[in-house]
């Protein structure tokens, strides 16, 4: 008994050691998966917000300031600073046929904690969308 007291005295301290060796690799995989994840959500919410975009732009009487209306109220929702809201054809005609809705938000500015590594790339989505004058008939007058 007494020689498995003494055995262990001197590890004291091992347990420390492989704490201080395990740590950053511990702290970096969690950072990682944290960071993934923000940028996941940004991913989802920019397709999300380029989606409704063009939604907002599908009615006829739909105006490009409704359009960036509707994108950003999305993209502001998780806190996305200054996304990047594109509109084809700009402005939007009653004669368009299709809308074009493009969400851009840059990755290094919106990321949570290793903003470092996502500096300088960019985050898009694209949506395009038939517009309700394929679906009007306007009936000529005999």
Same mark, same amino acid.
């Given at each position: 008994?007494?020689?498995?007291? @003494?055995? @262990?005295?001197? @590890? @004291?301290?091992?347990?420390?050691? !492989?704490?201080?060796?395990?740590?950053?690799?511990?702290?970096?995989?969690?950072?990682?998966?944290? !960071?993934?994840?923000?940028?996941?959500?940004?991913?989802?919410?920019?397709?999300?917000?380029?989606? !409704?975009?063009?939604?907002?732009?599908?009615?006829?009487?739909?105006?490009? &300031?409704?359009?960036?209306?509707?994108?950003?109220?999305?993209?502001?929702?998780? +806190?996305?600073?200054?996304?990047?809201?594109?509109?084809?054809?700009?402005?939007?005609?009653? &004669?368009?046929?299709?809308?074009?809705?493009?969400?851009?938000?840059?990755?290094?500015?919106? +990321?949570?904690?290793?903003?470092?590594?996502?500096? +300088?790339?960019?985050?898009?989505?694209?949506?395009?969308?038939?517009? !309700?004058?394929?679906?009007? &008939?306007?009936? &000529?007058?005999?």
């Amino acid at each position: 008994m007494l020689r498995q007291i @003494r055995s @262990r005295k001197p @590890r @004291r301290g091992s347990s420390v050691v !492989e704490f201080a060796l395990c740590a950053p690799v511990l702290f970096a995989v969690l950072f990682g998966i944290i !960071e993934f994840a923000r940028m996941l959500q940004i991913q989802h919410t920019v397709r999300q917000a380029a989606l !409704e975009g063009a939604r907002a732009g599908i009615n006829l009487d739909a105006q490009t &300031s409704d359009v960036t209306t509707a994108a950003t109220n999305i993209t502001s929702i998780i +806190g996305i600073v200054s996304p990047t809201v594109t509109i084809t054809p700009n402005p939007l005609l009653w &004669s368009s046929t299709t809308i074009t809705v493009t969400v851009t938000a840059n990755a290094g500015q919106n +990321g949570w904690l290793l903003w470092f590594f996502t500096a +300088g790339s960019n985050i898009t989505a694209t949506i395009t969308m038939a517009r !309700e004058i394929n679906a009007v &008939s306007v009936s &000529s007058a005999s």
